[in-house]
């Protein structure tokens, strides 16, 4: 009977046949292991040379790497091994036969692994990091919907340049200029004075030249968007949320966190609620710790964020930014006119912000005007203004940069192996 390697455990003692790719393989004059993977996940086939016909073991002494095949062997369960299970091969049939494939179980350097990315992503940490991802955005879904958010879908396409056009990519929309998305958020605010809560996920684009660990030139970021709610309680969605998809993915990703050697102590300290910092607090501390490089009113660089990271074993949100540095749409602090009702999440470990979330600015005027001191036209944004102007409410959202945090869960030194075919400042290929 035909099965996958996930369902093995159904087969104890069956004969059970497997469509798979070879990963690796070890043999000797008796016995040949042959390291099987079909996508579901990884086992290995152990062939004796004494209890198989004799084809089959010369055909397991000479398959290649990567060759493609139909395995048949009987299930055993193996403490050995990390999995549980292997396979006791009794018949092995080449599909097709891989010459030469170009990723060997030797060293390779990254930009090598870059460009044979549509082959890297075979590899078992690869393997385990796009399942663990694929957690994520599973325990996502689960999350919003299962506390009453709509799932909203913002155009990726827009005709406006919403915080500027320093970021975006343009393009031609016919006869008009259009961009982009850097952002759903707009919309989503439209969204959310329809259905109240609401959460985007999707592709976003920005056109920075950066080149760090931390930056994607495309990227998915989840957006929600909240009706009624005010700065506090937006930060505790936002630890809510993080705390569950780390919780889920300790759940149900443990033999991937086991392949990548992540250490699930610290994750398993992920809960809520998380610590807050405020931003004066923040530049006293760093100022304290020997940072003479940053004073009030400017932004952080990413060692100032590993800094302040470094004293928490959670993730810190960083609140009330000056007005100067955040973009137009943030609520002031009803009692000061020089910070925003915003926050950051910053990791732990040194993976940077995830979370990037604020009040909005819900008075009509104060829109306005804070849409004139950014320079931005108005009538670009007449749209987004109108919502201001029938039944107008406080609310609050935020974005979480899926790739970051899927590094930060796996334990990934970069973005770039976060996503299955990145693109970066210098690689649009493959
Ligand atoms: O802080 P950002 O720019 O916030 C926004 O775009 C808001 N409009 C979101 C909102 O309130 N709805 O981006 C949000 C998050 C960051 O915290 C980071 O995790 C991720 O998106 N991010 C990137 N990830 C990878 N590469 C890049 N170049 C990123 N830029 C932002
Ligand atoms: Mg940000």
Known sequence: MKTTIKEVYKHVGEEVTIG??????????????LQLRDGSGFIQGVVVKAEVAEEVFQSAKSVTQETSVYVTGIIREDERSPFGYELGVTGLEVIHEAVD????????????????????????????????RNEVIRATYEFFNENGFVKV??????????????????????????????????????????????????????????KTRRHLIEFWMIEPEMAFVEFDDNLKV????????????????????????????????IKAPFPRISY??????????????????????????????????????ITHYPIGIKPFYMQP????????????????????????GSERVHDFDLLKQRLEEHNLDSDAYKWYLELRQYGSVP????????????AWISGTEHVREAIPFPRLLNRLYP
């Open 20 to 33: 798979a790719w070879i990963a690796n393989k070890r043999s000797s004059g008796k016995i040949a292991f």
């Open 101 to 132: 494939y170009p990723i060997t179980p030797k060293n390779h350097g990254t930009e090598f692994l870059m460009d044979n990315r549509h082959l890297w992503l075979r590899s078992k940490k690869q393997h385990a990091i796009m399942k663990i």
């Open 153 to 210: 879908d913002p155009p990726i396409l827009t005709g406006s340049a919403p915080e500027g056009t320093s970021e975006l990519f343009a393009t031609k929309y016919f006869d008009e200029d259009a961009y982009l998305s850097q952002s759903g958020q707009l919309y989503m605010e439209a969204a959310a004075m329809a259905l109240g809560k609401v959460f985007s996920f999707g592709p976003t684009f920005r056109a920075e030249k950066s």
């Open 238 to 269: 936002q630890e809510e949320y993080v705390s569950y998809i780390v919780q889920a993915v300790l759940r149900n990703c443990k033999l991937e966190l086991g392949v990548l050697d992540r250490d699930v102590t610290k994750l398993e300290k």
């Open 280 to 317: 004066d607090d923040a530049i006293k501390f760093l100022n304290e710790k020997g940072f003479d490089d940053i004073k009030w009113g400017d932004d952080f660089g990413s060692p100032h964020e590993t800094a302040i990271a470094e004293s928490y074993d959670m993730p810190v949100f």
């Open 333 to 356: 602090h009803p009692e000061r006119d020089d910070v925003v009702l915003c926050a950051d999440l910053i990791a732990p470990e040194g993976y940077g912000e995830i979370i990037g």
């Open 395 to 406: 609310h609050s959202g935020f974005g979480l940069g899926l790739e970051r945090t899927v």
